[in-house]
């Protein structure tokens, strides 16, 4: 089983370093008055882990928006 591991490991390493080298063309975004200009590989990895971080923050809200709303012990 760990063969299967290291091996979906490798497939997926390389999809990514495949993707990067084929996305290197360069793209704008704005947002209100400012702009920035980076490659698209760079602007979805960075979209990705805004992503996450923006998802585990919304989960812990909730987390805590169900455990406030849970019966209090007193």
């Known amino acids: ?34 702009s920035v200009t980076l490659p698209v590989s760079i602007l979805v990895l960075a979209v990705y882990i805004l992503g996450m971080l923006t998802g585990g923050f919304v989960l812990a809200l909730v987390r805590g928006w169900i455990r406030g709303a849970g019966p209090r012990a007193g």
Do not use: H
Not at 23 to 28: C, F, K, S
């Open 1 to 34: 089983m760990r063969y299967v591991y290291i091996a979906l490991i490798v497939v997926f390493t390389a999809i990514v370093v495949l993707f990067k080298f084929q996305n290197l063309e360069a793209v704008t975004v704005s947002l209100f008055s400012s």
